[in-house]
């Protein structure tokens, strides 16, 4: 086993991404999106910091990238509004912060941890966590910043259809995360995302979820998922990868295995997650034919994938 002193992975989203269906042009953007949002996370592990520093730096990266569903960039309801989610977790001692329906805060992580850390709550729903931002002087932006061309067209052809899409309509679930292990052993998690095209103004994936999209405990381990949002709720994703590890003494590997590729899709559901332990290297998975993902480990060169290996 690599016990590297430290790791982090991250996705941008999982789901039918085929070579065919990408540009050159959009694969390089989105290659480029994950390598930088990449070295924003490991610049803190390589200098000692902690894994949350590093889990909330990866994510607002993808945040402010517009190719990815989660801050700028995200996908637009039935109403054509804005409804962006958040969450992270500090496996150090179970602290939690999450946040939903936002449509104003630029970086919706930043939130989610200022809940954590500045709120007797763990989670914060819609003018609530709104004010909550402008009480902690977090960045605010107009709607329409977040609002891109290429979503309100992918709107357009939702409407045509009457379908509901995590991303695009051909099947890409939308939602950025990271997860990390520090040099002093301690594991994190982040997970941010505008939700579904099209889909009916209030309703919640996974993400900001703490247990089905978004867990981290030192004792198990740390998870973002994305995918079908109402499936890893039903089967509390990412709690049960931590749980099979404490309680039965799987491994990491194995542990991510049963989820994704018996008990998912036995309910139909597709998508992806990325893990790390608190030992060994990161787990990256899914059962759709891509998912966007890097990952790096101490000592080791950059790693990003977009298709299926």
Same mark, same amino acid.
């Given at each position: 086993? +690599?016990?590297?002193?430290?790791?982090?992975?991250?996705?941008? *989203?999982?789901?039918?991404?085929?070579?065919?269906?990408?540009?050159?042009?959009?694969?390089?953007?989105?290659?480029?999106?994950?390598?930088?949002?990449?070295? @924003?996370?490991?610049?803190?592990?390589?200098?000692? %910091?902690?894994?949350?520093?590093?889990?909330?730096?990866?994510?607002?990266?993808?945040?402010? $990238?517009?190719?990815?569903?989660?801050?700028?960039?995200?996908?637009?309801?039935?109403?054509? *509004?804005?409804?962006?989610?958040?969450?992270?977790?500090? %496996?150090? +001692?179970?602290?939690? *912060?999450?946040?939903?329906?936002?449509?104003? /805060?630029? +970086?919706?992580?930043?939130?989610?941890?200022?809940? =954590?850390?500045?709120?007797?709550?763990?989670?914060?729903?819609?003018?609530?966590?709104? @004010?909550? !931002?402008?009480?902690?002087?977090?960045?605010?932006?107009?709607?329409?910043?977040?609002?891109?061309?290429?979503?309100?067209?992918?709107?357009?052809?939702?409407?045509?259809?009457?379908?509901?899409?995590?991303?695009?309509?051909? *099947?890409?679930?939308?939602?950025?995360?990271?997860?990390?292990?520090?040099?002093?052993?301690?594991?994190?998690? !982040?997970?941010?995302?505008?939700?579904?095209? $099209?889909?009916?103004?209030?309703? /919640?994936?996974?993400?900001?979820?703490?247990?089905? %999209?978004?867990?981290?405990? $030192?004792?198990? #381990? &740390? /998870?973002? &998922?994305? %995918?079908?949002?109402? =499936?890893?709720?039903?089967?509390?994703? &990412?709690?049960?990868?931590? !749980?099979?590890?404490?309680?039965?003494?799987?491994?990491?590997?194995?542990?991510?295995?049963?989820?994704?590729?018996?008990?998912?899709?036995?309910?139909?559901? !597709?998508?992806?997650?990325?893990?790390?332990?608190?030992?060994?290297?990161?787990?990256?998975?899914? +059962?759709?034919?891509?998912?966007?993902?890097?990952?790096? #480990?101490?000592?080791?060169?950059?790693?990003?994938?977009?298709?299926? &290996?």
């Amino acid at each position: 086993m +690599n016990n590297t002193p430290w790791a982090l992975a991250l996705h941008g *989203g999982a789901g039918t991404i085929l070579r065919s269906k990408l540009t050159k042009q959009e694969e390089a953007r989105f290659r480029e999106g994950l390598a930088d949002a990449l070295r @924003a996370g490991t610049a803190v592990l390589e200098k000692g %910091g902690a894994a949350i520093d590093a889990v909330e730096r990866t994510v607002i990266a993808l945040e402010e $990238n517009p190719m990815f569903n989660a801050g700028r960039g995200s996908v637009l309801t039935s109403e054509g *509004g804005i409804e962006m989610d958040a969450a992270i977790m500090d %496996g150090r +001692n179970l602290d939690a *912060g999450a946040v939903i329906g936002l449509n104003t /805060v630029r +970086n919706p992580i930043s939130l989610a941890r200022l809940v =954590m850390e500045k709120n007797d709550h763990v989670v914060l729903a819609g003018k609530g966590a709104e @004010a909550f !931002a402008r009480e902690r002087g977090l960045q605010s932006m107009p709607t329409d910043w977040f609002v891109t061309e290429r979503r309100r067209n992918q709107l357009e052809e939702a409407r045509k259809t009457q379908a509901v899409s995590l991303d695009h309509n051909d *099947g890409k679930y939308g939602t950025v995360g990271a997860v990390a292990r520090d040099m002093g052993g301690n594991l994190a998690a !982040a997970t941010s995302t505008g939700g579904m095209t $099209n889909k009916a103004p209030g309703r /919640v994936g996974d993400a900001p979820l703490i247990g089905a %999209g978004t867990y981290a405990s $030192n004792r198990g #381990c &740390a /998870v973002s &998922a994305t %995918g079908h949002g109402e =499936m890893f709720i039903r089967l509390t994703v &990412a709690r049960d990868i931590a !749980a099979m590890m404490e309680y039965l003494g799987l491994d990491l590997e194995e542990a991510v295995r049963r989820k994704v590729h018996d008990e998912l899709p036995a309910l139909e559901g !597709a998508g992806g997650l990325i893990a790390v332990g608190p030992e060994g290297l990161p787990v990256l998975s899914f +059962n759709t034919p891509g998912m966007y993902r890097a990952s790096r #480990c101490a000592g080791e060169s950059e790693q990003i994938a977009i298709f299926e &290996a």
